[in-house]
């Protein structure tokens, strides 16, 4: 297991690299470029500079999260072959520099969608949430009421320049059912996945957050069945998955241990994202993202740690979103106090397994 945290750069990140070097057992960043369009090659002096920004502060630089899809893949269009051409080339790129996993996803139009962007605690932190009643509204009325509580900074997927045309962005997937989405996602598969194998880099896909459709969209990877597809749509230890515990928890439906230690049996976890989050109420979907520590949360960490230790997981594990703690501000989700202390809660886990097991 290698413990790392994601970094969104010397620019962007209010989080110092140095600090993120302090947290103990802290091997590797998970990084990224934010300023190449979707769908353009990946500048390699850009990729190089960012691997000289991490390994300066003695880190590592082994995944990225991530090489987003260009919509058109998504949807199938004609014009998809020239961003698949694209996206082998920056597979190529990355490997060159010493890239090991890639993590990407699949869900049409945008990415991950909370409707609370610093729901209160009653220890006075603050944390993203996940209200149903938040998404019943347009998605422009959805975008414009998480931007006004995100101090204008935007939701992946939803930054302003897209959000003019979201409503014509998600009329694109009218008539795009999941058995087209998947179709696409396979073709998709069946082109990079060769280069993966030939360079050496796991593919590693995102789970659908929340887990399930939202605003009529076609969601593709939600359950233990839709990530069974994946992995035998393109059979290859290089067609993984990004298990983000957040992100399959969401759906009180999922055995999220069973899913874990099924899919690391598999050998298809090439990293893990590990939180915790709380349902308001049990059997309903409405959570919050609560502390790691488990019995702050509504799923076991122990247990989901020791799946992946049982079933000879060595990859790369981050501890994902964080609440913010301690008066600290920025980016939501992305503090570095909660999310250090999720990665000393993981990795003291991970030392017991170890001990008790060898
Ligand atoms: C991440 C996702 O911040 C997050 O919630 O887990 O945004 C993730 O980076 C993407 O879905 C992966 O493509
Ligand atoms: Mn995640």
Aim: charged share 25%; proline share 6%; with cysteine.
């Amino acid at each position: 297991m290698k413990m790392t945290m994601r970094w969104y750069g010397k620019q962007d990140d209010p989080v110092k690299i140095d600090y993120i070097r302090q947290v103990p057992g802290m091997t590797g960043i998970v990084g990224s470029l934010f300023d190449v369009p979707v769908g353009e090659v990946w500048p390699e002096d850009k990729i190089l500079a960012l691997k000289t920004d991490v390994e300066q502060a003695g880190l590592t630089l082994e995944v990225i999260e991530s090489v987003n899809i260009h919509e058109d893949i998504k949807l199938g269009l004609p014009s998809r072959d020239r961003y698949i051409e694209n996206y082998k080339e920056t597979i190529r790129r990355l490997a060159k520099i010493g890239i090991k996993v890639i993590c990407y996803n699949f869900m049409p139009v945008f990415d991950w969608m909370k409707t609370e962007m610093a729901y209160p605690l009653a220890d006075g932190s603050t944390t993203m949430a996940f209200f149903l009643e938040g998404v019943q509204k347009t998605p422009q009325e959805v975008a414009d009421d998480v931007m006004s509580q995100n101090e204008g900074l935007a939701l992946p997927g939803w930054e302003p320049e897209r959000l003019v045309d979201i409503t014509k962005l998600i009329a694109q997937y009218q008539d795009v059912t999941e058995a087209d989405l998947r179709n696409n996602l396979t073709y998709f598969l069946q082109q990079i996945i060769p280069v993966c194998e030939a360079v050496d880099i796991k593919m590693a896909i995102h789970p659908d957050d929340p887990p399930y459709s939202i605003f009529g969209l076609p969601r593709i990877v939600k359950n233990r069945d839709d990530l069974a597809y994946i992995c035998e749509a393109v059979d290859s230890p290089y067609n993984g998955i990004t298990m983000c515990t957040g992100s399959i928890g969401e759906d009180p439906d999922n055995d999220l241990v069973a899913i874990v230690a099924e899919f690391a049996k598999r050998d298809r976890i090439p990293f893990a994202h590990v939180r915790n989050v709380k349902f308001i109420e049990a059997g309903g979907r409405d959570c919050y993202e609560s502390a790691h520590y488990s019995p702050y949360g509504s799923h076991d960490l122990f247990e989901v740690m020791a799946a992946l230790y049982d079933n000879g997981f060595d990859g790369y594990i981050r501890p994902d979103h964080g609440r913010m703690i301690w008066g600290e501000t920025g980016r939501p989700g992305y503090g570095l106090y909660d999310r250090a202390l999720g990665a000393m809660y993981l990795t003291g886990l991970w030392e017991a397994l170890e001990k008790r097991h060898v």
